[in-house]
């Protein structure tokens, strides 16, 4: 099956995508593109679908460079793929012929450039790394290595929606106690519950950062199982475990 891959005319000019899971050689509950090495698939399988989406963007498999994602607002900058596995959010460089890439399952994938530059980011952005500042770092982070804030195109892509992202009120309270403000980031729920909406928070904190086009992909991650892994619908089913959806960019 061919791979599918989205992409976004903010990023034109840069080899980019927002990989689904079709097209892949994985299957059963991780069936296609299941690309997330700390997933009980198959290594071999997690393997191959990687192969083919470095292979999409014109790269060799050990130039698509990743991070051990851990809900940080930590940010690595890159001339080379890494020796050593690295724990962070979010990577940028302005090295020609290195592929960034991140995992997500309902988090943010956000893709960054600023193609004057010759500089690009991949930020890795759930609730927590958002709330805590990822997308501004990998923002300063750009603008260390020359890119100016309001050249930079920022996009997320298929990520969980407000009406599928459900929570409770400590959820609700930690973002409040952040900025009342932010309470306009939620929509009443059953009961005591209420519904996030995660990527216009996103798009809040990068325009807040001075990223002048900032764009949503408008894929929910949670509502398209045909498409998309979802860690939320992989806990609802009572499934073991989910895939990983890799979003990745090249200069």
Request: aromatic letters at 8%; a negative charge; glycine letters at 10%.
């Amino acid at each position: 099956m061919t791979l599918e891959i989205l992409t976004h005319e903010a990023l034109t000019g840069c080899r980019h995508g927002f990989f689904t899971r079709k097209g892949g050689a994985s299957s059963g509950i991780f069936a296609g593109l299941n690309c997330g090495r700390g997933s009980t698939d198959q290594s071999e399988a997690v393997a191959i679908n990687r192969q083919r989406a470095a292979t999409a963007l014109g790269l060799a498999p050990e130039a698509l460079a990743g991070v051990h994602q851990v809900h940080s607002a930590d940010v690595v900058t890159l001339t080379s793929v890494p020796d050593a596995t690295l724990r962070a959010d979010a990577l940028v460089t302005a090295t020609p012929g290195l592929g960034l890439s991140v995992l997500t399952a309902d988090c943010q994938p956000v893709l960054f450039a600023d193609r004057e530059a010759g500089v690009i980011g991949a930020a890795h952005a759930g609730w927590r790394g958002a709330l805590h500042g990822v997308l501004e770092a990998t923002v300063a982070a750009m603008v260390a290595l020359g890119a100016e804030r309001d050249r930079i195109s920022a996009v997320i892509g298929p990520t969980i929606s407000q009406r599928a992202y459900e929570v409770g009120p400590e959820f609700l309270e930690s973002f409040l106690a952040e900025d009342p403000a932010y309470d306009r980031f939620f929509a009443g729920g059953s009961g005591d519950r209420v519904h996030f909406d995660l990527p216009a928070f996103g798009l809040h904190r990068l325009r807040e950062a001075g990223v002048r086009t900032a764009e949503w992909t408008r894929h929910c991650t949670y509502g398209d199982p045909e498409r998309f892994f979802s860690f939320r619908r992989a806990v609802h089913r009572k499934e073991a475990d989910y895939g990983r959806l890799l979003s990745a960019i090249r200069l």
